[in-house]
């Protein structure tokens, strides 16, 4: 079974600086997703950036970026120039290509604080 | 469009007692599944249905059962609530992107 770790409990920046979050992962499959998601104070869940593993160039969407290394297993997210509203739970999570249930398994979270 | 949608938002229920939390979507997307969520724990998947009529057990499937009767709602069941099903309770939906979540079910077990 695949599994997800994210090794930072807890994280601070300052804001407009950079932060990484670490996520690494174990999985015995060659084609495989991953994601960030972010769960602000309000509890919602929101997509912030996905990685598809065939894929050697690293997504970004406006200030987020991964750092994606396969061979080692890892999936950092780097979040740039920090803003107040970047302050969440940031979780990783893995999706197998096969088997079509599209299903995820997540890591159990860091928690960010963007100090200004 | 809604979206994901959960009722209730919060819920406080005895031991003993039994409830349905209903996900309803207008995504018309196939997979749908339900997550509960701990401190400390992440996510975890109890039930998932990758189509209408069909369920399947996640990875914390005891104590909840689940109907997918439509291909818009999937019905999670508590038939005997415990203290241990204190937990927030989150229903998302798929179709190859990526999941999409619903705000959240409060659940406080007495």
């Known amino acids: 079974a695949q599994t997800v770790t994210q090794s930072q409990p807890e994280m601070s920046v300052q804001e407009a600086e950079t932060v990484t979050l670490s996520c690494t992962y174990d999985t015995s499959e060659s084609d495989y997703y991953l994601f960030w998601y972010k769960q602000p104070p309000s509890r919602q869940m929101i997509l912030v950036i996905r990685?598809?593993?065939?894929?050697?160039q690293n997504a970004t969407e406006n200030r987020f970026s991964v750092n994606f290394q396969k061979a080692a297993k890892s999936f950092s997210l780097k979040i740039s120039d920090s803003q107040l509203g970047d302050a969440a739970m940031y979780f990783c999570a893995y999706r197998s290509a096969a088997g079509g249930s599209e299903k995820l398994v997540f890591g159990k979270g860091t928690k960010l604080t963007v100090n200004p | 469009n809604a979206g994901v949608t959960q009722t209730p938002k919060f819920r406080v229920l005895k031991t003993g007692q039994s409830m349905t939390l209903l996900c309803a979507q207008d995504m018309n997307h196939e997979y749908m599944y339900w997550y509960r969520q701990d401190p400390g724990m992440g996510l975890r998947l109890i039930h998932y249905?990758?189509?209408?009529?069909?369920?399947a057990k996640g990875e914390v499937p005891d104590g909840y059962n689940v109907s997918r009767l439509k291909k818009q709602n999937f019905l999670l069941g508590l038939e005997s609530a415990a203290p241990s099903q204190t937990s927030v309770y989150f229903c998302?939906?798929?179709?190859?992107?990526?999941?999409?979540f619903g705000p959240g079910t409060r659940l406080t077990v007495t």
């Open positions: 249905s990758v189509g209408e009529g069909t369920t």
């Open positions: 998302a939906t798929s179709r190859g992107q990526g999941q999409y």
């Open positions: 990685q598809e593993a065939y894929k050697q």
